[in-house]
């Protein structure tokens, strides 16, 4: 990781979404700059000029938690974009290479009872979305990842290197765009997790769609959200999905799954439900079959 480079392209990637008219700025004759200059940014943020080209060449030592604040509402960063700018500052410091931790990789007894417990479909991750356990129903939902060819089972590898994650996932370009986004804010929080970086390299090398979409800079946050399957058993479901951290647990949350009652999703997951005790059930069914459903 390079550090100073993350920060520097991604406070010109802010800067150049950002239009004039967006910033409240006047604008005369043709601009031959993609948003705002260097120089609008500063003055919005109330810093000279050569302080903000400092700062975008990545030179951040000694930068106070003031000219962040600053920085982030001149350039309209969400939270998760506030955050991720934090993150990355504070991945500067030497003391961050030396708390570095790495995420979890066991699944504690107790956890795996609390998913057995929970009738909705429910999967345990790493941050950066290695599976690492699940619920009957939670493994029957998610049976095409569980059963790629791509090992570890992981969101990110079946998303960019799985051509069935394509039919799986109907909105598969704003997924994966997603998918991205959340790797982006775990590199900034997690700057040293070999793991994570591992799987970034994996990524960039092989999938062409996962580099274009790193380069963009794009961040957000995991935590709730509405997700659209094509089970190759059940057919279309449309869910809603929470994350729970597992606080005891480095690196490692809860996902769950529900659907509106009453709804075709919720039906659908009745029926998935209905044949998790039944071995392979993916094999018992033509697939045909269950869609007439």
Request: aromatic letters at 6%.
């Amino acid at each position: 990781m390079d550090a100073a480079a993350d920060i520097a392209e991604f406070l010109a990637s802010r800067r150049a979404r950002i239009t004039p008219e967006q910033a409240g700025l006047p604008t005369y004759g043709q601009r031959r700059v993609t948003g705002l200059r260097r120089e609008e940014i500063a003055a919005l943020a109330g810093v000279s000029a050569d302080y903000y080209r400092r700062l975008e060449r990545g030179q951040v030592s000694g930068v106070s938690e003031q000219v962040l604040d600053a920085l982030a509402r001149a350039l309209q960063l969400d939270d998760a974009e506030r955050t991720h700018l934090f993150d990355l500052i504070r991945a500067t410091s030497p003391v961050a290479r030396r708390r570095a931790r790495p995420a979890g990789r066991r699944v504690r007894p107790v956890v795996q009872r609390l998913l057995d417990q929970i009738t909705a479909p429910a999967v345990v991750a790493t941050d950066h979305g290695d599976l690492l356990a699940a619920n009957a129903l939670g493994r029957a939902l998610y049976a095409p990842v569980f059963d790629s060819r791509e090992r570890p089972a992981s969101f990110a590898r079946f998303t960019f290197l799985d051509p069935a994650a394509a039919d799986f996932y109907p909105d598969w370009p704003q997924l994966a765009s997603e998918l991205v986004a959340v790797l982006r804010s775990q590199a900034g929080k997690n700057p040293y997790d070999r793991a994570l970086q591992d799987l970034i390299g994996e990524l960039s090398t092989r999938s062409a769609e996962f580099r274009t979409r790193w380069a963009a800079h794009d961040v957000r946050f995991h935590r709730t959200g509405r997700k659209r399957l094509h089970h190759p058993l059940v057919g279309d479901l449309d869910l809603s999905y929470e994350t729970l951290t597992l606080d005891a647990d480095h690196g490692l949350a809860m996902s769950l799954y529900t659907a509106e009652a009453a709804s075709p999703s919720q039906q659908a997951l009745d029926l998935l439900a209905s044949w998790t005790a039944t071995p392979d059930p993916l094999e018992q069914r033509p697939v045909g079959e269950v869609r007439g459903h």
